[in-house]
C-alpha cells in the first residue's frame, strides 16, 4: 500500500528538465511534429545530463515510451509502446542496418556510443513509418553532426569508471573544420568484468569489451549544398549474455555511407538529402566458456543491407510536408554447428535462418497543416513493397520439412497511414490521432528454423504463410507548460490485428536439449495493448527543480497476457542547480508485476525501489573546460530485476560512477 | 563449281557428323560408375559396375558388362545371378533381382544384390553369373569382396511371428537436410537360398538425434508399398546434419508390430533400426 502512496505523491512530482525541454520542443518542431526527441548527452560544456558515459541502453529507458529488455550488461534491445524489436523501425541517421544475432544480442542501438550521438528520435506508431514498416513505431539515432562555426581543431578526451563491474571507458572526440572541408572523429574504448548485482553477487559471464569508431567527413561544395561521407565500426568481444545459455565471441559491424545535401531556406523545397549506405554486420556466438554445455555450438551470423533514401522537405503556404523514398536490400544468414562429444561422428549442422533476402521499397508522404492560430494537422501515408526470398537451398529444403508446398519467394504490399489534429491555446496542447499500418514477418518470425528462446525455453519455428500484421492506433496526448511548472499525459492504443506470436505446437519435439517444446509462430486475431504515461516538472527555484514520471501498460487477448509488458513504473528526481555544479537525487522503481504472462515463462517480477545521486562540476581553466560527474547508482544496493530483464537476471547494485571529460 | 562436287562435300560431311554421333553413344554406357570387379572364364569377361566401385553390405545396385575376349560388347545376352554366402558351417544366399538389359542401353545389365553381412577372409561371397547367348549358356563364378559399413543400412532379424526378415535402405543415399525420399526392401527368409520380396507391411519410421537429446524431426511418413514385389516407399525428414538414427518398427498388414519398439522418455531406441551420417 504504501507503494502506491510513493506513487500517487509522485504524481504530483516532477521529471526532470530535459524532459521538460522536450516537450517544450514537441510542437516547435515544424517537420517532426509527431516526433518526440530526446537530446543525447554531448561531452560539451553545456550539457545538463550528469552521467554523460553512460550507456545508449540507460539513455534510452529514460524515455518514456520505451524499455529495455537486458539480456546482458549491454546491447539491450529497445521495446516501443511495450512492443519487441521486430514492431518497430530502428535506424542511424536513418540507414537500416539488420542485426546478424537470432537472439537478438545486437540490437542496432548497440552501434552508437552515446558521445557520438546527438538525439535519438522517437516517433510513436504510424509515425515512424518513414523508412520502413512498422507498428509500435520507430527510432532514429542521430549522430554528432560538425560545429563548423568552429574552424579549426576542437578536441575532447573523456573516460570513465563505473565500480559495479570495473568499466573503464576512455575515448576521444576530435573535430577539424576549414571553410569547405571538415572532418569529425570519435573513438570510444569500453571494458567491464562481471558486475555485481545487490548484495554483491556477482553475475557471471556478464563482461564485455568493446570499440567504437565513428567518423565523418564532409566538404562543402556551397553554402547550400554539401556531400558528406561516414562511417562507424563497431568490435565488441567476449561478450557476456548472463541471461542467455550463449556468450558472443564476438560482434563487429561497419557501417558507412554517403550523403548528398541541399539546403535553401528560402525555396520551397527548402531540404532535400540523399544518401547511399551499406552495412554489414557479423556476429559469433559461443558457449565455449560456459560449463556443463550438453552440446557445444557456434552459431555465427551474418546481415549485410544496402540501401538508399531520398528525402524532400518542403513549405507550401500553410503545408509543410516531406517525401522520403528509400529501399534497401538485405541478406540475413545464420548458422548453428553442434559439436557431438562422441568426436567420431560428424558435426551436426543446420541454418537457423536459411539465407533469406529481403529487398524493401517504400515511399512515405507527411503534411503538417496549420490550419489556424490554434489547429494544425498532420497526415502521414506510405507505401512499401516486401518481398523476401529463401537463397540457399539448404535453407529451402530444410523448412520444407515444416512447410512442403514452401515457395521460395514471397512478395508483400504494405500500407500505413495515420492522421493527427493538434490544438495549442496558451499552456495547453491537446492532440489527437489515429493510424493504421502494416507489417511483414521478421526474418526470425517468417524463416526462423529451431530458434532456441532461453525464456519460455521452446525451439521456434518461423512461419512464411503468416498474413501481414495489421495495427489500429489512437493516440491521444494533453500538454500544459508554464514557467514553472510542465505536465504531460499521453494515452495510446493500438489494437493489433494477425498478431504474430510463437504458439506451442505438441506435434514437434524440441531440438535443443532441456527445451519445454516447440513453439511456431501463430497470428492471433487480435490483441489490444494500452499505453498510458505521465511526466511532469515543477521549478521551486530558479536553481531547484523536481520532477516525475509514471508509466503503465497493458497487453493482452482475451484473457492471455502478453510477454514483457511494464506494470506501474514510476520515477522522481530532485535536482539543484547553481552555476556550473548540478546535483541530483533520484527514484526510480516498479510496482510488483502481476499482469505476467505464464504462457511465455514469465514469472512476475517484485516491486523495487532504487536511490541514485549524482553530482556534476565543471571547471575552466583558461580557455579549456573539465568536467568532473560522479555518483551512486542503487545507493542502498537492493537486489532486483525489472519486467524486462531476460530470465530476470538483476540489474546493477550498488554502483559508483566518475566521468570526466576535458575539453581543448 | 558444278553441283555434284557440292553434293558429296555435304554428304561428306553429314556422314561425318552422324559417325560422330554413333561413336559418343557407347561409352556413354557405364558414365557415371565405377567398375567394382571383373570375372572371367573362357569365352568372357564380365565387368562389374557400381556407383562406387565397391560391393558393400546393405543394398547394392550393380551393373555389368559382358565382353568378348576382342573386347567387343555383348549386346543380346540374358542373364541371372547368385550370389552366396560361405560361412565355416553353412552356406546360404540373401535378396537379390532378376537381371534385366539398363533401359537406353546396348551393353549394360542390371540388377540388386542386398548382401545382409560383409565377407571376410573366412566367410566369404561368390558370385555365379549364368548367361545365354544365342541359345548356348556360360558360366562364371568368383570370389567378390564384400565391404562391411559403418552404419547400419540393412537389418536381418526375426520377428514375433517367428519369420526371419531382411530389411535394407535402398534411398536416401545422399541425405539431404530436406524432407528426403525414403526407399526400402523388406524379404522373408523362405530357405536359405530363397529371400522373396514380403507385401502389404508398413515400416514406421522415427528418426532421432542421439547426440542431441534424442530428439526426432517432423512430418516423416511411414514406409509402404506402391506396388506388389516393390520397395517401401517414405519421407525421412532430416533437420541437420549430422548422426540420425532411424528407429523402426515392423507392422503386418493386420496392423501387429513384429518387431521394434516406439521411441518414449524412457525407451530411447528401437531394437531394430538404421543409421545414417552426413
Keep these: 500500500m504504501n507503494k502506491l502512496s510513493v506513487v500517487i505523491s509522485l504524481l504530483i512530482l516532477l521529471f526532470h528538465q530535459s524532459n521538460a525541454q522536450q516537450q517544450a520542443s514537441y510542437f516547435t518542431d515544424s517537420t517532426h511534429q509527431l516526433a518526440e526527441v530526446v537530446v543525447a548527452v554531448q561531452q560539451k560544456a553545456t550539457n545538463k545530463k550528469i552521467k554523460v558515459l553512460s550507456s545508449l541502453d540507460n539513455y534510452l529507458e529514460n524515455n518514456n515510451a520505451i524499455n529495455m529488455v537486458k539480456r ?12 519487441a524489436s521486430e514492431r518497430s523501425v530502428i535506424t542511424i541517421d536513418g540507414m537500416r542496418i539488420y542485426s546478424a544475432c537470432t537472439d537478438k544480442m545486437d540490437p542496432v542501438t548497440s552501434y552508437v556510443e552515446i558521445t557520438n550521438l546527438s538525439k535519438a528520435v522517437i516517433h510513436s506508431g504510424q509515425a515512424g513509418g518513414a523508412n520502413g514498416s512498422t507498428i509500435g513505431g520507430g527510432i532514429d539515432l542521430i549522430r554528432t553532426k560538425i560545429d563548423t562555426n568552429k574552424l579549426g581543431v576542437n578536441a575532447s578526451i573523456f573516460t570513465g569508471f563505473e565500480s559495479t563491474n570495473q568499466q573503464k571507458i576512455i575515448g576521444t572526440s576530435m573535430q577539424y573544420a576549414e571553410k569547405k572541408f571538415y572532418t569529425l572523429l570519435d573513438f570510444t574504448y569500453r571494458n567491464a568484468q562481471n558486475y555485481k548485482a545487490g548484495n554483491n553477487i556477482e553475475i557471471p559471464f556478464s563482461q564485455f569489451t568493446k570499440y567504437n569508431l565513428s567518423a565523418t567527413a564532409g566538404w562543402k561544395i556551397n553554402h547550400q549544398k554539401q556531400i558528406i561521407a561516414s562511417v562507424i565500426y563497431d568490435d565488441a568481444r567476449n561478450v557476456g549474455y548472463p541471461a542467455l545459455p550463449m556468450d558472443v ?3 563487429k559491424a561497419f557501417i558507412g555511407s554517403v550523403q548528398y545535401e541541399y539546403h535553401n531556406s528560402k525555396s520551397t523545397l527548402y531540404h532535400w538529402e540523399t544518401k547511399l549506405y551499406f552495412n554489414s554486420v557479423t556476429h559469433l556466438m559461443d558457449d565455449t566458456k560456459r560449463p556443463n554445455v550438453p552440446v557445444h555450438m557456434d552459431m555465427p551470423g551474418w546481415a549485410n543491407t544496402a540501401g538508399f533514401y531520398s528525402k524532400l522537405e518542403g513549405k507550401m503556404n500553410n503545408h509543410n510536408f516531406l517525401i522520403n523514398l528509400n ?3 538485405n541478406t540475413s544468414l545464420a548458422e548453428m554447428t553442434m559439436y557431438s562429444k562422441n568426436s567420431n561422428e560428424k558435426d551436426m549442422f543446420m541454418l537457423t535462418w536459411p539465407g533469406v533476402h529481403t529487398l524493401f521499397g517504400k515511399l512515405f508522404v507527411e503534411d503538417k497543416i496549420d490550419l489556424n492560430k490554434n489547429w494544425s494537422a498532420n497526415i502521414s501515408a506510405g507505401l512499401s513493397i516486401n518481398n523476401n526470398t529463401i537463397k540457399n537451398e539448404l535453407g529451402l529444403t530444410s523448412l520444407q520439412i515444416f512447410y512442403p508446398n514452401l515457395l521460395a519467394s514471397k512478395t508483400r504490399l504494405l ?8 490544438y495549442r491555446k496558451n499552456q495547453w496542447q491537446q492532440s489527437f490521432g489515429v493510424g493504421f499500418g502494416e507489417r511483414a514477418p521478421s526474418i526470425s518470425e517468417g524463416y526462423g528454423f529451431y530458434l532456441f528462446n532461453s525464456f519460455d525455453k521452446y525451439d521456434y519455428i518461423g512461419n512464411p504463410t503468416m498474413k501481414n500484421e495489421k495495427s489500429l492506433e489512437i493516440n491521444s496526448s494533453t500538454s500544459y507548460n508554464t514557467k514553472k511548472v510542465s505536465i504531460h499525459f499521453q494515452v495510446d492504443y493500438f489494437r493489433i490485428f494477425n498478431y504474430i506470436i510463437g504458439m506451442p505446437n505438441n506435434n514437434f519435439i524440441p531440438m535443443t536439449i532441456g527445451a519445454n517444446g516447440v513453439k511456431v509462430y501463430q497470428q492471433l486475431p487480435y490483441v489490444n495493448i494500452f499505453n498510458l504515461s505521465f511526466s511532469s516538472t515543477y521549478r521551486i527555484t530558479n536553481s531547484l527543480q523536481i520532477a516525475g514520471k509514471m508509466v503503465y501498460r497493458k497487453g493482452n487477448y482475451q484473457s492471455l497476457n502478453l510477454p514483457q509488458i511494464q506494470p506501474i513504473s514510476y520515477g522522481s528526481t530532485i535536482r539543484y542547480q547553481h552555476k556550473n555544479f548540478i546535483a541530483e537525487c533520484a527514484v526510480e522503481g516498479a510496482l510488483k508485476h502481476t499482469n505476467f504472462s505464464p504462457t511465455f515463462g514469465e514469472t512476475g517480477t517484485d516491486d523495487y525501489t532504487i536511490l541514485n545521486l549524482s553530482a556534476s562540476k565543471q571547471i575552466k581553466i583558461f580557455n579549456q573546460t573539465v568536467q568532473i560527474k560522479t555518483g551512486f547508482e542503487n545507493l542502498f544496493d537492493r537486489y532486483y530485476s525489472t519486467f524486462a530483464d531476460w530470465n530476470k537476471i538483476p540489474r546493477n547494485g550498488r554502483n559508483f560512477f566518475i566521468n570526466v571529460v576535458y575539453n581543448f | 563449281m558444278n553441283v555434284l562436287k557440292l553434293f558429296s562435300f555435304i554428304a561428306a560431311i553429314t556422314l561425318f557428323i552422324s559417325c560422330k554421333k554413333e561413336n559418343t553413344i557407347i561409352p556413354n554406357d557405364t558414365d557415371g560408375l565405377i567398375s567394382a570387379k571383373s570375372i572371367s572364364n573362357a569365352t568372357h569377361n564380365i565387368i562389374f559396375y557400381t556407383q562406387n566401385g565397391k560391393f558393400q553390405q546393405g543394398y547394392n545396385k550393380i551393373f555389368f558388362q559382358i565382353k568378348n575376349l576382342d573386347g567387343s560388347l555383348v549386346t543380346n545376352a540374358t542373364a541371372n545371378w547368385k550370389p552366396l554366402m560361405h560361412m565355416t558351417s553353412m552356406q546360404h544366399a540373401c535378396p537379390y533381382s532378376s537381371v534385366s538389359k539398363s533401359a537406353n542401353s546396348n551393353s549394360l545389365y542390371e540388377g540388386f544384390i542386398v548382401f545382409q553381412m560383409a565377407g571376410n577372409s573366412t566367410e566369404y561371397w561368390d558370385l555365379t553369373i549364368e548367361y545365354t ?5 556360360y558360366t562364371a563364378t568368383e570370389r567378390i569382396d564384400v565391404e562391411a559399413v559403418t552404419k547400419k543400412n540393412v537389418l536381418s532379424f526375426k520377428g514375433s511371428d517367428n519369420v526371419s526378415y531382411v530389411l535394407a535402405m535402398v534411398a536416401p543415399s545422399n541425405p539431404k537436410v530436406a524432407t528426403n525420399d ?15 520380396v514380403v507385401n502389404n507391411y508398413t515400416i ?11 530428439h526426432g524431426s517432423p512430418n516423416n511418413v511411414d514406409l509402404k508399398q506402391t506396388s506388389l514385389n516393390g520397395s517401401y516407399f517414405g519421407k525421412l525428414s532430416l533437420t541437420m546434419t549430422g548422426y540420425w538414427k532411424i528407429n523402426l518398427q515392423l507392422e503386418n498388414e493386420s496392423g501387429t508390430i513384429l518387431k521394434g519398439e516406439p521411441v518414449t522418455a524412457t525407451q530411447e531406441s528401437s531394437s531394430i533400426f538404421f543409421e545414417i551420417e552426413f
Excluded: Q
Excluded at chain 2, 547367348?133 to 549358356?137: C, P
Excluded at chain 2, 525414403?182 to 530363397?194: C, D, G, Q, R, V
Design chain 2, 182 to 196: 525414403m526407399e526400402a526392401m523388406l524379404f522373408k527368409k523362405e530357405t536359405m537360398m530363397s529371400y522373396p
Design chain 1, 415 to 422: 500500407k500505413n497511414i495515420a492522421g493527427k489534429i493538434n
Design chain 2, 133 to 137: 547367348i544365342d541359345n548356348t549358356t
Design chain 1, 72 to 83: 546482458g550488461a549491454y546491447a539491450w534491445e529497445a521495446l516501443i509502446n511495450g512492443m
Design chain 1, 249 to 251: 565471441a564476438f560482434a
Design chain 1, 327 to 329: 529501399a534497401h536490400y
Design chain 2, 204 to 214: 514406421k519410421i522415427d528418426p532421432r538425434m542421439t547426440s542431441m537429446g534424442n
